[in-house]
Nanobody, 121 residues
C-alpha cells in the first residue's frame, strides 16, 4: 500500500491543523492506521492509531484531548485533527499502515513520506 500524507504547514500556538493520509494499493480497511512524529534531533514517536473499522483509537499522553484520529474507509483516507497546538508539537508527521493495532512503530509495515508541522509562539 502506498501512503501520501498532506496538510502540514505553519500555524500559531493555539491553532489547529488537519492532516490527511491517502492510501492506494491494497484494501485500506484491512489496515490499522497510525500517526507518528519526529521532532528535530529526536527519535520518531507514536502519536495515535485507529483500528480497522475506526471504532477504537489510542493516543499518546502528549496529544490526548487535543488530537483526534479518524478514518474514511470509503475514501481510503485517515485524518489527524490537531487542536490547541503547542510549539512542542513541531515535527514531521508520518502516517503508517499495519496489520496489528498498537503504538510500536515496528508493527507498521508501510509509511508515508511525512508532512512538516511547525507551531510558532
Amino acid at each position: 500500500v502506498q501512503l501520501q500524507a498532506s496538510g502540514g504547514g505553519l500555524v500559531q500556538a493555539g491553532g489547529s491543523l488537519r492532516l490527511s493520509c491517502a492510501a492506494s494499493g491494497r484494501t485500506f480497511s484491512r489496515y490499522v492506521m497510525g500517526w507518528f512524529r519526529q521532532a528535530p534531533g529526536k527519535e520518531r514517536s507514536f502519536v495515535t492509531a485507529i483500528n480497522w473499522g475506526g471504532g477504537n483509537m489510542i493516543y499518546s499522553d502528549a496529544v490526548k484531548g487535543r488530537f483526534i484520529i479518524s478514518r474514511d474507509n470509503a475514501e481510503n483516507t485517515v485524518y489527524l485533527q490537531m487542536n490547541s497546538l503547542k510549539p512542542e508539537d513541531t515535527a514531521v508527521y508520518y502516517c503508517a499502515a499495519g496489520q496489528y493495532y498498537g503504538s510500536d512503530p515496528r508493527i507498521y509495515e508501510y509509511w508515508g513520506q511525512g508532512t512538516l508541522v511547525t507551531v510558532s509562539n
